[in-house]
């Protein structure tokens, strides 16, 4: 049997992570599944979306991004904010309140 607690912890966060953009997108009337890579900002997240979704991405890992990741790039698809978040998640608690 293969060993896929790793690929499924990943998939279970990025599923979360798509569940809080399509959230915020349909509000903007975006009713349809997102691709991993695609731009958000095109599918209609305005920068108040972005500041939201950043706050909701925080609350949902338990976790506090750095002034310095909350940068349009970091947030522009599903699969950046995913690298961000497992970065984050990775890093010793510690750290991560002192940046």
Partial sequence: ??????SSATDRA???ISALALQILAKRGF???LIHDE??????LSSL?????????EAEFGIKI???DMTPAN???IARIDALVGTLLNKPRSRMRAS
Avoid: E, I
């Fill in 1 to 6: 049997m293969l060993d896929r607690s790793n």
């Fill in 14 to 16: 990025t599923d979360r």
């Fill in 31 to 33: 009713d349809r599944q």
């Fill in 39 to 44: 731009d958000l900002t095109k599918r209609g």
């Fill in 49 to 57: 979306d972005t500041v939201n979704l950043m706050l909701a991405v």
């Fill in 66 to 68: 750095p002034d310095r």
């Fill in 75 to 77: 947030f522009r698809t």
